[in-house]
Structure formats: C-alpha cells, structure tokens
C-alpha cells in the first residue's frame, strides 16, 4: 500500500551519495528560475533598472522563487541566487 503522505507531499528525498530527486513541477521551476536569472545576467549592464522589459524579468523571478518555495525547493533557489551574485562580484 502506497503511503499518502508521499502523495501529498512530493519533497525531494536525499539518495546515497547526497543526490536529490525532484518532482517534475519542481525541476521545471528551479530550471526556469535558472534560465531568468541567466538572462538578467545578460540584461543587467545594457538595459535601465526602470525599462519595463527589466522590471518585468525580476518580477518573473521574483514569483519563480516564490513557486520554488512553494514547493519544498526554496533553499535550492536561494543557492541559484547566491551562486550568481557570487559570480557577479
């Protein structure tokens, strides 16, 4: 018999070897939340912090981190986060 709280709650489980699995929904949401934080990477330094095309990619990665956070990988997200104001510096 299949446990219900597995269902109902599809967190990423740590393998041997310190390996994460993730549920779908979660692998798109950190991979979209990677590719917005690429493209701001881009964007930075040839558009205005006021252009509407800037404010709407941090608005986007501002709610794809709240999705991340959503659904159990809000500290994977932090550390895409970080790892690119690391290379930012």
Same mark, same amino acid.
């Given at each position: 018999m299949t446990d219900e709280?597995?269902?109902?709650?599809?967190?990423?489980?740590?393998?041997?070897?310190?390996? !994460?699995?993730?549920?779908?929904?979660?692998?798109?949401?950190?991979?979209?939340?990677?590719?917005?934080? !690429?493209? !701001?990477?881009?964007?930075?330094?040839?558009?205005?912090?006021?252009?509407? !095309?800037?404010?709407?990619?941090?608005?986007?990665?501002?709610?794809?981190?709240?999705?991340?956070?959503?659904?159990?990988?809000?500290?994977?997200?932090?550390?895409?986060?970080?790892?690119?104001?690391?290379?930012?510096?």
């Amino acid at each position: 018999m299949t446990d219900e709280r597995n269902l109902n709650n599809p967190t990423p489980s740590v393998h041997t070897g310190g390996l !994460r699995s993730y549920t779908p929904m979660q692998l798109f949401l950190l991979t979209r939340l990677a590719s917005l934080i !690429r493209q !701001r990477r881009e964007l930075v330094n040839t558009l205005d912090p006021s252009d509407s !095309r800037m404010k709407l990619l941090n608005k986007a990665l501002y709610s794809t981190f709240l999705d991340c956070a959503e659904e159990g990988v809000g500290d994977d997200a932090k550390n895409l986060l970080a790892q690119q104001n690391q290379n930012a510096n």
